[in-house]
């Protein structure tokens, strides 16, 4: 168990950096609806990477993913074909990157999140875990590595569940500032945003570059 937690170490921490969720649960937390907002968000990031994990770990095991003489050929090919598409990202993200003393325009949608209530906030958090493509590679790569690595069932998702936990850690983040500090918090969070939106195109280049090449390695050693 301890080596199937090793490996998902690295995808949960590519799950958990992510810039817009932490920008979008920060601004949140500065509207009147900060409380209900700010958990109904958490609630739905969770839910989003539990249905996603626990979908693809039931479908790995049924199609054979682990069996006793070791991980499959398609296991490896998955983590191959994922690493090429990060490294894509990668290049798209440095192409789109904004010039020096810019900043990308964020989303449309985060300048509505003043009027969101606790239905849209848990929709909108189980979509940018879950839906999220960079989310949605890591967690189905993390699934099948659970998968692979032939544990019972119950430890299974025991993996899956850290694997949720730590991937969670940085959206949950502001929320428990919030809730610890109240009003006082909003300075510390403003401060998290402004640097988050001033460093949003290299943070999620290296974060590409890093998990494409990771992948790609595990792939092409798996199938060699």
Known sequence: MGQAIGGILPLAIGVAIGVLPIIAIIL??????????????????????????????VIANAAGVSS?????????????????????LAGK????????????????????LDTFGPGKSLGLGAALSGVNPKNLVLTIAAAASIAQA?????????????????????????????LAMGAKAAGILEGWRTWLAGHNAAIM??????????????GIAGLS
Not at 93 to 112: H, S
Not at 159 to 174: C, D, E, M, N, Y
């Open 205 to 218: 280049l290296v974060l590409f570059l890093v998990f494409g090449v990771l992948l790609v390695g595990q």
């Open 68 to 88: 006793s003489s070791g991980p499959s050929t398609a296991a490896y090919a998955v983590k191959l074909t994922f690493g090429v598409l990060f490294l894509l």
């Open 150 to 178: 032939g544990l019972p069932g119950v430890q299974q998702v025991g993996v899956l569940a850290v694997f949720i936990v730590l991937g969670s850690v940085t959206v949950a983040a502001p929320l428990v500032i919030y």
């Open 93 to 112: 993200q440095w192409r789109g990157r904004p010039a020096p003393g810019e900043q990308a325009p964020p989303p449309k949608w985060m300048a509505a």
């Open 28 to 57: 949140m937390l500065l509207t009147p609806r900060a409380r209900s907002n700010g958990l109904a968000f958490v609630a739905g990031w969770v839910l989003g990477l539990v249905v996603v994990g626990g979908v693809v770990l």
